[in-house]
């Protein structure tokens, strides 16, 4: 049973589309996170939710949207995709106070 | 902000040799935690360090934090093939709440 679980694993788009990707936990983490790896493999963090709360909201694109609808999901929504929108998503969840993360398979996005 | 340098950015190694990798945080660190991504997958947490001076092994693995909690190192003995990936250092933010700010990564190549 996949702990962090995001879909899709692949998604190719054309610039202008609109896409979401979404993701679940079945940790019962309060906390969980959307990072962007690019191509060098750095690992940026983009938004946080504690509870279905907003707490972390780094300098992103307005394009990018974030919504939580419990504290087991959290989807990304991104608007106008971007060639420089290619990279890897990965959600990722921990437990209040810990912060030890665990990651999601990633979603490898490619804007043509 | 808090920064987080990790060197270096690749190491190739022949099977059996030894490899380390160095991380320096810009501010003192409550906790320092070590993922390895193998490639094509995801970060997966290997440990987290918390008290000053404090070593842990794991096998082949000796990870060690700094006695002023700005620094810390993962040593590999006799590394091998599955040792392959990139290995990532973080440390909390400890602005804002349940951030981690990832080092750059070290990308750890072993030729057999």
């Known amino acids: 049973d996949t702990a962090v679980s995001q879909t899709p694993k692949y998604l190719v788009t054309q610039m202008g589309n609109d896409k979401s990707i979404k993701c679940e936990q079945n940790l019962g983490h309060d906390t969980m996170y959307w990072y962007k790896q690019d191509s060098k493999k750095f690992l940026k963090i983009m938004f946080s939710y504690n509870n279905k709360e907003l707490i972390i909201n780094e300098t992103v694109p307005n394009r990018f949207s974030p919504k939580s609808p419990d504290k087991a999901h959290l989807n990304l929504h991104i608007n106008s995709l971007e060639l420089g929108d290619s990279a890897v998503y990965f959600c990722a969840s921990s437990q209040t106070r810990e912060n030890i993360q665990y990651f999601g398979a990633g979603t490898r996005l490619s804007v043509l | 902000g808090q920064q987080v340098m990790q060197i270096p950015q690749y190491q190739h190694v022949q099977e059996g040799e030894d490899f380390t990798t160095y991380c320096n945080s810009s501010?003192?660190?409550?906790?320092i935690q070590w993922y390895k991504q193998r490639p094509g997958g995801h970060p997966v947490f290997l440990i987290q360090?918390?008290?000053?001076?404090e070593v842990k092994k794991q096998k082949r693995l000796t990870f060690q934090f700094g006695e002023a909690k700005k620094n810390s190192s993962l040593h590999i003995t006799a590394t091998q093939t599955t040792d392959v990936g990139t290995y990532f250092c973080?440390?909390?933010?400890?602005?804002?709440?349940?951030?981690?700010?990832f080092g750059q990564g070290t990308i750890l190549t072993v030729h057999p």
């Open positions: 501010t003192t660190l409550s906790n």
């Open positions: 360090l918390v008290k000053s001076g």
């Open positions: 973080a440390g909390p933010d400890g602005t804002s709440y349940g951030k981690l700010t």
